[in-house]
């Protein structure tokens, strides 16, 4: 029997303004049914990067509130107090002088487990100076790797740095610091970087290269697009297929696909041989458009896939048929994962900037009169 809640059901989060990596993190939780309070910015004192309220901020309510201002800091410990976990991205120092920092945190709530999501960490030369997803993932050695050999590397959007190596590593931590603290009281700081998420993520390939199995070149190597069965292939429209034949099984059931034997083909498991294997290839898939070759590989063990673009992958028949995708305001995006069997996941409405304000400071104890002046004096919206 599935249980309509979510497994973090009664965990309660509060997210502090920032964008990318800890928005996700917070949608994450947040579909997994932990009730997260975001702090929004109040209009006109961003950091000039802002988003209008979309998918990546469902799930939560919002508080608009300028921590810059006297009795902002205030407003925070007190929801702090009431929390299970706290989510920041700031550069390292920020909270502290804001006067939230995990010492004043800590000392409103010994329980609370305090997720610090930086590109750097919290010290080393570069802790305090500005990055993104691409300088985070440059040194760490991975993006190195990404890309044709002969070109400059590829930015791979900013799925690995931000998201991979940075929401999803802290909130494997904040799982586990928070099974910790429901276990003896105690929270703790956790420090996310980035560059160090994005490295972890490259532990395979590490272990390659130091084995030999792996050169530090790009599209030289099995898995970066080297190998003659992993790689994309352009058809005769212009679009791509994916070929992911490594295994002879699977090489094998590709070659009878494309009416050929192996041992007529230039063999992908010679590397003397990748180039003529490929071109081998590249000529065969310019034969027929991407859905051609889709219909003709459907329901086989040769590991081809159409490429599909980010408007047609919630049209596919698989996603279909999963409901891999929702609409959330007019727009489709992935629904939560993963699937749990005995309790649920949902994607909560997005919620209007400081919409919920009124509704956390009632819960805060916060009266009519205390409110009135703080909005007069701008620390809420």
């Not at 949608?27 to 998918?55: C, H, N, Q, W, Y």
């Not at 440059?138 to 998201?163: C, K, M, Q, T, W």
């Not at 802290?170 to 998420?197: F, K, S």
């Amino acid at each position: 029997m599935v249980i309509m809640v979510g497994p973090l059901e009664g965990v309660r989060v509060l997210e502090l303004p920032a964008i990318g990596p800890v928005p996700f993190l917070g949608m994450f939780l947040a579909d997994l049914g932990a009730s997260v309070i975001k702090i929004d910015r109040l209009p006109g004192t961003g950091t000039g990067l802002e988003f209008a309220p979309g998918a990546l901020d469902r799930g939560r309510r919002s508080i608009g509130l300028d921590l810059r201002r006297p009795g902002g800091a205030d407003l925070a410990l007190r929801i702090i107090e009431r929390s299970d976990v706290l989510i920041e991205g700031f550069r390292p120092g920020v909270a502290e002088r804001l006067g939230i920092g995990p010492e004043a945190a800590l000392a409103r709530n010994p329980a609370l487990v305090y997720g610090r999501m930086t590109g750097w960490g919290q010290d080393g030369p570069l802790s305090r100076t500005a990055g993104h997803d691409i300088t985070y993932l440059a040194i760490s050695g991975a993006l190195h790797g990404i890309g044709e050999h002969d070109r400059a590397p590829v930015p791979p959007v900013n799925y690995l740095a931000d998201f991979a190596g940075g929401s999803l590593v802290l909130a494997g931590g904040i799982l586990a610091a928070l099974v910790h603290a429901r276990a003896t009281g105690e929270g703790q700081v956790i420090d996310a970087a980035m560059t160090e998420g994005a490295a972890y993520l490259s532990t395979m390939t590490r272990q390659f290269l130091g084995s030999g199995d792996w050169t530090d070149e790009r599209e030289r190597n099995l898995l970066d697009g080297g190998a003659p069965n992993y790689r994309c292939y352009r058809c005769e429209d212009g679009r791509y297929v994916a070929v992911g034949a490594l295994e002879p099984k699977f090489w094998a059931e590709l070659m009878r696909v494309l009416g050929a034997e192996p041992d007529e083909v230039p063999s992908p498991y010679v590397t003397e041989q990748w180039s003529a294997c490929a071109d081998w290839l590249a000529g065969r898939f310019a034969t027929r458009s991407r859905d051609e070759w889709a219909e003709i590989f459907a329901d086989t063990d040769a590991c081809v896939a159409p490429v599909l673009s980010l408007t047609e992958a919630p049209q596919h028949p698989h996603n279909r048929a999963r409901q891999s995708f929702v609409t959330l305001d007019d727009c489709q995006v992935a629904g939560p994962v993963p699937r749990l069997s005995r309790t649920t996941t949902s994607a909560g409405a997005i919620p209007g900037t400081g919409a919920d304000t009124d509704a956390v400071l009632d819960e805060l104890g916060v009266g009519a009169d205390e409110r009135q002046r703080l909005r007069s004096v701008g620390v809420i919206g």
